[in-house]
């Protein structure tokens, strides 16, 4: 069974957190897997502040610089979700070796159903750092071309490094007229589209309030594309006209859970 799941990006920005971080609630809060996520991308750290975290002694920096043990370093979310930040400052980056990544998350496979690894755009030493040390891999983008053209030669990249990729996550689709279609991309790229996420506001507002959005506004249209590939993560169907008829089986779950 797959246990790491890598995250990445040939440009910056496109949403790679985002996802990560949706991810990782929905996951433990609705599907009640044991979930951490890791911010690999230690140069630009920014998975711990999408949850509203802007101080936690230690950091996935000190763990790879002293070789402490990463549960020190798990931080738990009241969804459930485990989340080990990197490091806000730059000093922080003294003496950390990234390539260590792959040995210090280690111990996290036995205790987690999923490890998810918010990795760093392009393919510098920190993206491949972050490449080595999961089992798969998702990639994420928007639907324009220049863009497809990284997804080329990641593909090849991870051909190279014999990982394979699940797929594309094309994200802020915005229905502009340059934009490809999911089957243009999937000829281009030789990938499957798994999700097609529209470009949605309150994604970027959730930012402001530091909750992933699916907390905040479950019924946005974002939102809804987040549970659909959770669903597909852990091999369940998910029924169209879904996220009510979810969030309202998952508390009638509950009720019986806890009366049991
Ligand atoms: N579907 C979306 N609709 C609207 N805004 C979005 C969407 N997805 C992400 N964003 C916004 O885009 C910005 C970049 O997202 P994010 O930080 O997740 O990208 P990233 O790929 O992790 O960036 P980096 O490469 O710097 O790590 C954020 O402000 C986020 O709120
Ligand atoms: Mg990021």
């Given at each position: 069974m797959t246990k790491v799941i890598g995250v990445t990006s040939g440009k910056g920005g496109v949403g790679k957190t985002t996802i990560v971080s949706n991810l990782g609630v929905i996951l433990s809060k609705y599907f009640n897997k044991n979930v951490t996520i890791v911010d690999c991308n230690v140069t630009n750290s920014h998975l711990a502040l999408y949850f509203g975290m802007y101080y936690f002694p230690v950091t996935i920096n000190k763990v790879i610089r002293e070789g402490i043990n990463i549960e020190e370093a798990m931080y738990k979310h009241y969804t459930g979700v485990n989340i080990v930040p990197a490091s806000l400052s730059l000093s922080g980056l003294r003496g950390v070796d990234v390539i260590k990544i792959k040995d210090v998350i280690q111990p996290l496979r036995e205790k987690n159903d999923l490890i998810i690894l918010d990795g760093s755009p392009g393919m510098g030493r920190e993206s491949m750092a972050m490449l080595h040390a999961c089992d798969k891999v998702l990639f994420v983008t928007n639907p324009i071309m220049s863009s497809m053209i990284d997804v080329v030669r990641f593909r090849e990249v991870l051909n190279e490094l014999n990982k394979e990729a699940l797929g594309l996550i094309i994200n802020m689709r915005q229905g502009m007229k340059n934009e490809m279609g999911n089957d243009e991309i999937e000829k281009f790229?030789?990938?499957?589209?798994i999700s097609s996420i529209p470009y949605d506001k309150n994604v970027y507002k959730s930012l402001t309030v530091g909750s992933p959005v699916f907390l905040s506004r479950p019924d946005t249209r974002a939102s809804k594309e987040f549970l659909k590939v959770a669903h597909w993560l852990v091999g369940e169907e998910y029924q169209e006209g879904g996220i009510l008829n979810f969030l309202q089986k998952f508390s009638i779950k509950n009720i019986f859970q806890n009366l049991s």
């Open positions: 790229t030789e990938m499957d589209v």
